[in-house]
């Protein structure tokens, strides 16, 4: 396959898209899985190929099957949700690469501090209707003031699973 996806306006599919982040705990022994169950965005295709876009994460809305954990995570040593309710990533640019990939430049924003973020997406199904694209990277939560650490049970890189389904916006 290759990506050839049309320009204009698109949409996310919120039913056919997940957002998902993975931690090492406990001293690296036990791996902490969660994802958000509400996430929204939105895209443009231009004429030249290229594309822009945002994609929006409740922070409120990650579920690690963990209830009291889940509200530890909601509050301001983690995410800070009463301050800081959306994670957002802008794609600043992203342009079909080799071999099915999408080469993304963005930003993400949480708790309200922005960092340059770029990785690699896969294109793994493409149509005139609709485009799904499949990204895993790694971020260093420190760089967004989320530095909790007691007796440093919590130690490396968050890594976040995107899958992603875009179809053609109404209009």
Known sequence: MTVA???GLWQLDRT?????????????????????????????V??????????????????????KRDKHLRSADFFDVDNHPEITFVVEG???????????????TVRGSSRPLSF?????????????LEAEFTVDRSEFGIAWN?????????????????VRAAG
Do not use: C, H, Y
Not at 120 to 132: H, K, L, N, P, Q
């Open 150 to 166: 007691q007796m440093g049970m919590m130690r490396g890189l968050t890594t976040v699973t995107a899958a992603l389904r875009f």
């Open 94 to 108: 992203a342009e079909a690469g080799p071999d099915d990939t999408v080469q993304v430049v963005g930003r993400l």
């Open 16 to 44: 056919a898209s997940t957002v998902s982040v993975s931690q090492k705990t406990m001293w690296g022994m036990v791996t902490v899985k969660g994802s958000f169950a509400s996430v929204s965005g939105e895209g443009e």
């Open 120 to 132: 690699t997406a896969r294109a793994v199904g493409a149509s005139a209707d609709g485009v799904t």
């Open 46 to 67: 231009r004429s030249d190929g290229t594309a822009l876009g945002s994609i929006t994460l409740d922070a409120a809305s990650l579920d690690t099957k963990n209830a």
């Open 5 to 7: 996806v049309e320009t």
